[in-house]
Nanobody
């Protein structure tokens, strides 16, 4: 069982930055691929980024909409994954969720279905 707790959300002006954190419980954090998703009002939850654990090592994947602006990283010693968000836009406004999977797929990493554990979310609001 893995419990995830997000923090770091808030209100920021367009062009600003925020860093989200997701603290995970359990001693096997390093074995999980950790992802971020977001859900805006009236929209489906969508993939943002993932820090993957694969047979060849570590990899990161991003949604096209955030590539070049967001950076995902992890600190296994602290059981924490981060999402650094720069150059924020009003369309980035959403509830951001952290998720964990022990079964990473390089072809389905963007799919909610492969993630086993979810946090409660942290709100990010970007004003224009």
């Amino acid at each position: 069982q893995v419990q995830l707790v997000e923090s770091g959300g808030g209100l920021v002006q367009a062009g600003g930055s925020l860093r989200l954190s997701c603290a995970a419980s359990g001693r096997t954090f390093s074995r999980y691929s950790m992802g971020w998703f977001r859900q805006a009002p009236g929209k489906e939850r969508e993939f943002v980024a993932v820090a993957a654990i694969t047979w060849t090592g570590r990899s990161t994947y991003y949604a096209d909409s955030v590539k070049g602006r967001f950076t995902i990283s992890r600190d296994n010693a602290k059981n924490t994954v981060y999402l650094q968000m720069n150059s924020l836009k009003p369309e980035d406004t959403a509830l951001y969720y952290c998720a964990a999977t022990a079964s990473f797929s390089s072809t389905r990493y963007y799919s909610r279905g492969i993630y086993d554990y979810w946090g409660q979310g942290t709100q990010v609001t970007v004003s224009s």
